[in-house]
């Protein structure tokens, strides 16, 4: 979870332009979105078939969630994004205003 709060900090810092950008805000809504999933399921997993049940935070949490990988885009959506500016601009993009070294917070 720490990765993900830096890189939103360092995406939302020296954002410039949405459309200049979109590749590094594509790259961080799928992180996060990943990120945010891993952690519900453990709640899930945690809390078994009480996790499910109609009503309860976690299975509210779920469900909001899952939304974050289908909202604003889908994942698919998200990785054509990025594997676009990739192919434009190159990896170099992604870390040309990162102050942060993400390796060592995982």
């Known amino acids: 979870m720490t990765v993900a709060k830096r890189f939103l900090l360092d995406v939302v ?5 949405v459309i200049s950008d979109e590749g590094k805000i594509a790259v961080l809504k799928f992180f996060s979105a990943k990120v945010a999933n891993e952690v519900i399921d453990e709640a899930l997993q945690l809390m078994g078939g009480m996790g499910y049940a109609k009503g309860t935070r976690v299975e509210r949490a779920y469900r909001d ?15 054509e994004i990025i594997f676009k500016v990739l192919k434009k601009r190159g990896v170099s993009y992604f870390f040309s205003h990162s102050s942060n070294s993400y390796s060592q917070l995982t």
């Open 65 to 79: 969630v899952r939304l974050t990988r289908i909202g604003e885009g889908t994942d698919e959506v998200q990785l």
């Open 13 to 17: 810092r020296n954002i410039s332009d």
